[in-house]
């Protein structure tokens, strides 16, 4: 079956600093991928999407990739702020017995010190 | 516009209870899903509805049943509940729950079995 696989959290990360999350996945399909993050005591925000393979999402300075070669899409922004401390989840979208099923990462924990 | 909107936002049930959840999908989406979100993990897939139909379900036990209405708000059941059922319980709408598109989430209903 389909799977995401996310870095071990939490990230910790002073302000300004740049960032990688890194996500890799498997598909038996051509899913579109996306990042989603979750603010505490909240549901998850779609942060940024990308449908097919070299296509860049891009949202609030943050970006990321569909690397198909290496079934990758790493999330990265430059500089950081305290406001980014959140927990991102990557998730794919793939056919499965005629709809499109999400899977989730276990996400990763950002945390931002000023 | 209104996002999607669970109730009750908190709840808390003994083991052998049943329980149900609602929500309310943004206006004009017609497919709605359910996930369920322990502690420190991603969203785990337990049902999606498009236009009142089941479209997939994930890997829980038949403990667990849905329904969608013609207004396309959707419950959630729970019958026996068990204290691994404590979790919190997502659910998200889409315009169609096609390959590309996202998840809005509501802010979930935490259930806590004692």
């Known amino acids: 079956g389909d799977s995401v696989t996310q870095m071990e959290g939490p990230v910790t990360l002073s302000e300004e600093a740049f960032l990688t999350i890194n996500c890799t996945y498997t598909a038996t399909g051509y899913p579109s991928l996306f990042w989603y993050v979750q603010y505490p005591g909240e549901g998850l925000q779609l942060l940024l999407k990308?449908?097919?393979?070299?296509d860049k999402g891009s949202n609030k300075g943050f970006e990321a990739t569909y690397r198909k070669e290496t079934t990758s899409f790493h999330l990265e922004k430059g500089s950081v702020q305290v406001s980014d401390s959140a927990v991102y989840f990557c998730a794919l979208s793939d056919a499965s017995g005629g709809s499109y099923i999400p899977t989730f990462g276990r996400g990763t924990s950002l945390i931002v010190h000023p | 516009d209104a996002g999607v909107t669970q109730s009750p936002t908190h709840l808390i049930k003994t083991r052998g209870q049943h329980v149900t959840l609602r929500c309310s999908p943004i206006?004009?989406?017609?497919?709605v899903s359910w996930y369920q979100q322990v502690l420190g993990q991603g969203p785990q897939f337990i049902f999606q509805?498009?236009?009142?139909?089941?479209?997939g379900r994930g890997n829980f036990p038949d403990r667990f049943s849905a329904r969608q209405f013609p207004n396309y708000s959707s419950e959630l059941n729970v019958n026996a509940l068990l204290l691994g059922d404590s979790a919190l319980y997502l659910c998200?709408?889409?315009?169609?729950?096609?390959?590309?598109?996202?998840?809005?989430f509501g802010d979930g209903t935490r259930l806590s079995i004692l």
């Open positions: 990308a449908t097919k393979a070299d």
């Open positions: 509805y498009y236009e009142k139909e089941e479209r």
């Open positions: 206006s004009g989406h017609k497919s």
């Open positions: 998200a709408s889409s315009l169609v729950g096609g390959r590309d598109q996202p998840q809005h």
